[in-house]
């Protein structure tokens, strides 16, 4: 059954989520580019961590953000009543 | 079937499934040829000719006569597809041919240009793509027209997206023209032209619907000719095809050789003569005026000391250099200011930095503001930001961000793995090799000026700092220094060429588009007819195309600095625009006039300056220009717009209306509402 509209919430949960989204994706950059002296200490596999984590890991994470954003919204959506007619 | 109809839509996997599958045997069957002795001209000719041809026929039959379909793809690209589109409209002959060799150039500082260009992602995803695609309209300047009302802002965005991308769409269409030449020995101009037919033929006369399809079957070229080489080469070196995971035993091998190269004596002997010719340089510029007449008079003496019967190239030699003398002090003072810089730049007098270490190239302040620059740059490049007009649904726009960057991600995470495997290769193998007895590919990029050497101490051996690698060499060559057989070689050509054309398309749309929908049927003639409004805005991308041609023909060497110059711009004058007229309900005209104009003229200000003027504000570099404006724009905007009268009852409920999806246009419907 669909949910009574409560955009007011939904919009504070959506801030809530980008917040979210954004710490995340400053910590696996600007933090990680601030530390890679440091992380590049640690070598697993062949990668100096700081390297890594410019090269591939915070990209990994960047993906890994995008998508869930996109599936908790489209969640929440429903839930706070908001979603698309079909 | 019609290409975009619904049974296209509806067995889309299935198509493109298809299409893939053809390709590879495509490529095996000329491999095979190969072997079999077909010629390299005729392996390029072969390639240009069916690629080119399978975007034409996706281009033509995807023709149109609506408005929403031209504009929009019909609003009925599946989220996946839209990312496939995306993937290819973003990655350009620069992603393409240049990330990997900026990566062997600049090591680990260069990763700034591998997470800014997908960091951006995430500020498209959360800020703006699902919140454009509820708007629902055609063009990046139509969401600001109806956000803070009139022309004004329009006006400002139409300038600012045409700026942005057409010095973008210049350096694709010169990027088609080297490929072009490179490949199929056609001369530059006329392959410039050659490469237009291509994107003409994809885009005037389907529009977006036309350029969606063809830069998806573009996509899974470029991403083929991607990988390709560095899986084949992984395998040869680790024995396990997955680059990404094994080149971190390669990253150790080249720490290893760097510091066996600092050490070797013969290396320090070219460090020293490097040195000389530095502090000889110095010694020139301190000494001027009077460096500058010696060096004429040593040069005329010499002339003068010629014998009568002396062969007349050596005549022409001398006469030569004293013409490319500096003509008068103040000249010289520039000229050899400039060549000290770039020489320092490349630091040949001092032992390498290693390739690991960070901020060795690029300190730590300029890696975060241009990492930085980027990632919002990314963000606000409107022939980015419109393809998520595309998708059905503002759900689908949400998802469809996460698609465009695992597209993009399986380039750019291989892109680290290709630059190490080509230094490595270069550490190990070329270096200290008997200058007769280097590999052919060297002669063959030398050729085009991509690889130069010299042996500076003339002892018979290559040392490090005799060798220079264009950045752009490292992809094209890969195949070679590979050993792979020609037909990789013209794959990655191909996969160059799909790049520079799908990312070309986008942006001619976006400037056509600017002109014809936003300029002429929004602010000029609002009254047009479809027909009529079609017309103008095909005869628009021909018009644009053939200017752009025009331009790249002239091969200005700074449009390459120019393309990262307009990521500061869009940067700096739409993004703080477009996320605060989504997320602040408060920010009016006033405030976006202001905000956009103080942010794009900052940005200006600065560029310009830094580059030619010697304007430095805490030694930030020109290529992170927008550092400045984009803060600035948003202040602005917060400022400007609480002082002055706070937007309509209207706009704010349509900033409302545009934070939940539901209502969202759907299809061609929208082509009917007028904004606001």
């Known amino acids: ?86 | 079937m019609s290409v975009g109809g619904k049974s296209f839509l509806d067995n889309l996997a299935k198509i493109y499934g298809f299409y893939t599958g053809g390709f590879i045997i495509f490529v095996i069957l000329l491999a095979i040829g190969e072997q079999m002795g077909m010629s390299n001209a005729a392996i390029g000719y072969t390639y240009m000719g069916i690629t080119i041809g399978l975007y034409a026929v996706i281009g033509i039959s995807s023709r149109t006569a609506k408005i929403s379909e031209y504009y929009v793809a019909g609003r009925s690209v599946p989220a996946l597809f839209n990312g496939m589109a995306t993937g290819s409209d973003w990655m350009s002959a620069a992603s393409f041919i240049g990330m990997a060799g900026t990566i062997f150039g600049l090591g680990y500082d260069g990763l700034a240009y591998i997470m800014g260009w997908t960091g951006g992602y995430v500020l498209l995803a959360v800020f703006l793509g699902p919140y454009l695609r509820k708007f629902g309209q055609f063009t990046i300047p139509d969401f600001l027209g109806a956000r803070y009302g009139g022309h004004a802002a329009r006006s400002i965005g139409i300038l600012a997206a045409i700026i942005a991308s057409f010095t973008y769409l210049i350096a694709q269409v010169t990027g088609v023209g080297i490929i072009m030449s490179r490949f199929l020995g056609l001369d530059f101009k006329i392959g410039v032209f050659v490469g237009l037919g291509g994107i003409l033929v994809c885009s005037m006369l389907g529009g977006m619907k036309a350029v969606t399809w063809t830069q998806v079957a573009q996509y899974i070229i470029l991403i083929l000719a991607y990988l390709i080489p560095p899986i084949v080469m992984s395998y040869k070196l680790t024995g396990v095809p997955i680059p990404e995971i094994m080149y971190g035993q390669i990253l150790q091998k080249i720490d290893a050789q760097e510091k066996v190269i600092n050490a070797d004596p013969k290396e320090t002997e070219v460090r020293a003569l490097w040195q000389k010719s530095a502090d000889a340089l110095a010694a020139d510029i301190k000494g001027l005026p009077g460096s500058l007449d010696t060096k004429k008079s040593d040069l005329q003496a010499k002339l003068a000391a010629l014998p009568p019967d002396a062969p007349a190239a050596d005549k022409d030699k001398i006469t030569k250099a004293i013409a490319a003398l500096p003509k008068d002090a103040a000249a010289a003072k520039d000229a050899w200011t400039t060549a000290q810089k770039a020489q320092a730049g490349v630091g040949k007098a001092k032992p390498i930095k290693p390739y690991l270490q960070p901020f060795a190239r690029l300190d730590m302040k300029n890696m975060l503001a241009l990492t930085f620059c980027l990632m919002v740059g990314t963000a606000g490049l409107p022939h980015i930001l419109m393809r998520y007009y595309t998708v059905p649904s503002v759900k689908d726009a949400r998802v469809s961000c996460g698609w465009s960057l695992f597209f993009i991600f399986l380039l750019y995470f291989t892109a680290p793995a290709y630059a190490a495997f080509a230094r490595n290769e270069v550490l190990s193998h070329i270096i200290g090799l008997p200058i007769a007895q280097l590999p052919t590919w060297m002669a063959n990029w030398a050729k085009v000026g991509l690889v130069s050497f010299k042996d500076i101490n003339a002892d018979g051996i290559l040392q490090f700092y005799e060798l220079t690698i264009g950045a752009d060499a490292i992809v094209l060559a890969m195949p070679e220094i590979a050993g792979l057989p020609y037909v990789i070689s013209g794959l990655v050509a191909a996969g160059g060429l799909a790049a520079a054309l799908s990312t070309a398309d986008g942006l001619l749309l976006t400037i056509s588009n600017a002109l014809s929908h936003d300029l002429y049927y929004k602010i000029i003639d609002p009254t047009a007819s479809v027909v009529k409004r079609l017309a103008v805005s095909r005869t628009l991308l021909v018009v644009t195309a053939l200017i752009a041609a025009w331009v790249a023909t002239y091969k200005i060497t700074i449009i390459v600095e120019l393309v990262a110059w307009a990521f500061s711009i869009a940067a700096a004058s739409f993004f703080p625009a477009l996320v605060m007229g989504i997320w602040d309900k408060k920010a009016n005209k006033a405030g976006a006039l202001v905000g956009m104009w103080l942010g794009f003229s900052t940005c200006l200000y600065y560029m310009i300056g830094s580059r030619f003027y010697g304007v430095d504000w805490w030694g930030v570099k020109t290529i992170s220009s927008g550092l400045f404006g984009i803060p600035l724009g948003f202040i602005a905007i917060f400022v400007v717009s609480r002082m002055t009268a706070p937007p309509s009852q209207e706009l704010q409920d349509f900033v409302e209306s545009v934070r939940i999806p539901r209502g969202a246009s759907k299809g061609d419907e929208a082509g009917m509402t007028t904004g606001h």
């Open chain 1, 1 to 86: 059954m669909a949910q009574p509209a409560r955009p007011k919430e939904y919009w504070a949960y959506n801030v809530r989520l980008t917040m979210l989204t954004l710490f995340i994706w400053f910590v696996v950059t600007y933090v990680a580019i601030f530390f890679s002296p440091e992380l590049n200490n640690i070598v697993i596999f062949g990668f100096p961590m700081g390297y890594y984590m410019g090269a591939q890991g915070s990209l990994i994470v960047f993906v890994w953000l995008i998508f869930n954003y996109a599936f908790k919204m489209n969640k929440a959506d429903i839930d706070y009543g908001v979603e698309e007619e079909e």
